[in-house]
């Protein structure tokens, strides 16, 4: 079955940087666009990256633009966020997402917490 486990959660402080990795098992990998979704307390679940099976093309929320950056290994099954400039409106549980044949699999999250 298909399985997404999220690490590198954590604190930062503002202006800091942190890598967020996301490992796949259980489907064909580099078949499958990847998304990162993030959710702040009290807000709705939103899209921060997209990016193809073969990593040629990647889209991004206009909030992280510029700041973030999402990256595949397909040799590792492994989709990774790496978020630079943080703000503390960054902060966030991180789930990785993984649109597989008309289903949608989600990880359980990852929190990345911005503070000074």
């Known amino acids: 079955q298909v399985q997404l486990v999220e690490s590198g959660g954590g604190f930062v402080q503002p202006g800091g940087s942190r890598r967020l990795s996301c490992a796949a098992s259980?489907?064909?990998?580099?078949?499958?666009?990847m998304n990162w979704y993030r959710q702040a307390p009290g807000k709705e679940r939103e899209l921060v990256a997209f990016?193809?099976?073969?990593?040629?093309?990647?889209n991004y929320a206009n909030s992280v633009k510029g700041r973030f950056t999402i990256s595949r290994d397909n040799a590792k099954n492994t989709v990774y966020l790496q978020m630079n400039s943080l703000k503390p409106e960054d902060t966030a549980v991180y789930y990785c997402?993984?649109?597989?044949?008309?289903?949608?699999?989600w990880g359980k999250g990852t929190l990345v917490t911005v503070s000074s």
């Open positions: 990016i193809t099976g073969a990593g040629g093309r990647t």
């Open positions: 259980g489907f064909t990998f580099s078949n499958y666009a």
């Open positions: 997402n993984a649109p597989v044949d008309g289903m949608f699999y």
